[in-house]
């Protein structure tokens, strides 16, 4: 059974970093095709994607945010961590860590986190 | 970029639902679909345009290449009523602005 369980802080200041972490069961981020990433979504709005992160430590960003955001793992673990810098009140959202595991990404995803940004 | 249409669809129980989903550019099959109930993370219902995610019901069909895709619910149960968001990969990845089917 693939489980992803993501955690964090429920409320950042503005200019602060955001970090995220994702802890992962059911599959293991050594196999190749596999990847974790982390996708969001503002109150009342759409998705977005922001991080991909594979097996081969091959990452990928979100082009308007990739100055701002780092993804890495931890395969001993099973965690993926994403830090997200500066952060602004848009920023507000709930992150997902999602996989891409079985017939696609992303198959699997987490129950989400709600994070605020405010003063 | 995507255009989800319509933005709404209402219809009711055992209606046929066909949403859309139009890109910017060729994105050849590299498509997929979500579908997200208020509270609950999205799951994957449709991947590379047509293939139906496992455990997915039959009533479920995805279409199209290039530009233009189509997810088709062949008659509405009451558990479909949600909000359905398309993603592509071909260039980075993105998403839709998502199509509600509320209730008639």
């Known amino acids: 059974q693939i489980t992803l369980k993501e955690s964090g802080p429920t409320l950042v200041k503005p200019t602060q970093t955001l970090t995220l972490t994702c802890r992962f069961s059911?599959?293991?981020?050594?196999?190749?095709?596999?990847?974790v990433g982390w996708i969001r979504q503002p109150p009342g709005k759409a998705l977005e994607w922001l991080a991909l992160i594979y097996w081969d430590d091959g990452k990928r960003y979100r082009p308007s945010l990739k100055t701002r955001l780092t993804i890495t793992k931890d395969t001993s673990k099973n965690q993926v961590v994403l830090t997200l810098t500066n952060v602004d009140p848009v920023d507000t959202a709930t992150y997902y860590c999602?996989?891409?595991?079985?017939?696609?990404?992303?198959?699997?995803w987490g129950q989400g986190t709600l994070v605020t940004v405010s003063s | 970029v995507l255009t989800q249409s319509p933005a709404t669809l209402s219809l009711s129980p055992g209606d046929r639902a066909t949403l859309s989903c139009r890109a910017s550019q060729s994105i050849s099959t590299l498509l997929a679909w979500y579908q997200q109930k208020p509270g609950q993370s999205p799951r994957l219902l449709i991947y590379?345009?047509?293939h139906r995610a496992t455990g997915i019901p039959a009533r479920f069909s995805g279409s199209g290449s290039g530009t233009d895709f189509t997810l088709t619910i062949s008659s509405l149960e009451p558990e479909d009523f949600a909000v359905y968001y398309c993603q592509q990969r071909s260039d980075f990845i993105t998403f839709g602005q998502g199509t509600r089917l509320e209730i008639k």
């Open positions: 999602v996989s891409c595991v079985t017939e696609t990404c992303f198959d699997f």
């Open positions: 059911g599959f293991s981020l050594t196999n190749s095709g596999v990847g």
């Open positions: 590379d345009a047509s």
